[in-house]
């Protein structure tokens, strides 16, 4: 039995999945003829109370977009030094848009209001102008914590006193909202366009969205197909899509239920140094310096439990819809009984 904790990107679409796929009526999305990606990104668009929702086909896709349709050239965005934007989409902020990231020095990828507002750039024409804000929930790099609301509040309050954008990449925002008891129309009111991925947790294998306000999602669809992002008969992955926003949205809480046992034994182990908090379903950890990471890894690897290593001495396990519990009581018992 292969436990793969290494994403929550690993899934296989469920047998229901499935049949809603092979059922799906499709036409050519690049005549907005598919009636199944129509449905579906009006119904993500109503859930956030968005003027427009536009499919992609990646969640990085998604987010250049927002930072091309927030910017011009030579611009800046403020973000986190976690930042997915900045860490993990190959510098597409500087490719794709020209634009530099004025880093901010949070804490588990999130920042406040009073950061942003020392963020932001002077008017003087020898710096870049300070264009967009972007915040991630959860975060990836900072083990899948969440934003407290009240703090987001006041962000958006500097970005309109500032004439700043604010872009949410929420990759993994269900999990956050099912964590936070909170709505997607509450984050809906705050950002100006939000990306959500759908096979981050809810286990679609393609796919994310990007919802924004209509003045900038006019050009959505162009900047889309600028960057090769659309597609044909789009309506059999939209399937997956409708399927998870019924099926596979309220069981998250399982899934943060199980990384927070996986931590707690974890804090248990003598050669582990630290143990993030855990909030959802990101587990972070750091080994001991005396321990070598790479045995670490191969040892659970010999018992087949897979993870990852985020650099900097710290690795990382994710729970996720293909994590059974039997899967589950193996691990905790592998990591009961480990040894180096």
Known sequence: MKIDL???????????????????KVGDDVFREDPTVNELETRIANMFGKAQALFFPSGTMANQAAIKLHTNPGEQVICDKYAHIYNYE?????????????????????FNAQQVLAAINPQDYYYSKSTLV????????????????NEMLK????????????????????HALVAKNETPKQYGAVFDTISVCL???????VGSLLVGDAKLMKDALRIRKVFGGNMRQVGYLAAAGLYALEHHVVRLADDHKKAKEIGQELARLQIIKTVEPIET????????????????????????????????????????LDYTYAMHEKVIETLKNLTI
């Open 281 to 320: 379903n990101i587990v972070i950890f750091e080994l001991n310096s005396d321990v070598d990471e790479k045995s670490f890894v191969q040892k659970l690897a010999s018992k087949n439990i897979f993870i990852i290593s985020m650099g900097g001495g710290k690795l990382r396990m994710v729970t996720h």
């Open 90 to 110: 190959s510098g597409g902020a500087s490719f794709n848009s020209g634009v530099s990231c004025k880093l901010i020095d949070g804490t588990q990828g999130m």
């Open 6 to 24: 290494r994403s929550d990107t690993v899934t296989k679409p469920t047998r229901g999945m499935l049949e809603a796929m092979m059922q799906a």
């Open 199 to 205: 096979s981050k947790g809810l286990g679609c294998p």
């Open 134 to 149: 972007e915040l991630e929930n959860t975060t990836n790099k900072g083990g899948g914590a969440c934003w407290d609301f």
């Open 155 to 174: 962000i958006k309050a500097v970005c309109e006193e500032s004439k700043l954008g604010l872009h949410l990449d929420g990759a993994r925002l269900w």
